[in-house]
């Protein structure tokens, strides 16, 4: 997360999506951002009218924050066997884009299982839920999971997908992000 709210002016136009309604929006060259989350890939922005939008990560070269501190990635050591604790890990790399806490420790993700593929491969399967039913980022973060479980040695398939039972509840935020979140 930024440790201050600085203000950006992009110097070319970037694709955003506006959080939490998932809207597509085109930011322009020459207009000032600020921002507020600099977490995992991406980047979340308060725009001049008052929007907040994440942009990606292609797009978020246009803030001049290449080389801006950000939480080191997980690497995953591809000469060791596969694990799916290591799908996990690199989960905890895809942050939610209003609050400054990874998708495992918000709690998520309900399920994280990996079956071998005759290929030699592993296939994971991802359940995860969101914050709350109407939020457009789902298919945003769903597609955010997809990727950072397809990095992992070892996954040739990835299936994420939604769901909504048993609904999302505060009981499923881990020790460590309440404690963050000032919640205990």
């Not at 501190?69 to 209003?98: Q, W």
């Not at 109407?134 to 945003?140: L, R, T």
């Not at 020790?175 to 205990?184: E, F, I, K, M, T």
């Amino acid at each position: 997360m930024s440790p201050t709210y600085e203000t950006v002016t992009l110097d070319r136009e970037c694709r955003a999506t506006v959080i939490p309604g998932g809207q597509p929006m085109v930011l322009h060259p020459g207009e000032a951002v600020v921002v507020t989350q600099t977490l995992g890939d991406s980047v979340t922005v308060q725009t001049q009218r008052g929007y907040l939008v994440r942009l990606n990560p292609a797009d978020s070269a246009a803030l001049g924050l290449a080389d801006a501190p950000r939480p080191a990635a997980t690497v995953v050591d591809a000469s060791k066997p596969f694990d799916v604790d290591d799908v996990v890990a690199v989960l905890k790399n895809v942050f939610d884009p209003e609050i400054p806490i990874n998708v495992v420790d918000l709690g998520l993700i309900y399920r994280c299982e990996a079956m071998p593929l005759p290929d030699g491969g592993q296939r994971v399967e991802i359940d995860m839920s969101m914050t709350a039913p109407g939020c457009g980022m789902g298919d945003i973060l769903r597609q955010d999971a997809a990727v950072a479980a397809g990095s992992v040695a070892g996954v040739t398939d990835v299936q994420v997908e939604l769901v909504w039972d048993p609904p999302w509840g505060l009981e499923r935020i881990s020790d460590a992000a309440r404690l963050q979140l000032g919640l205990l």
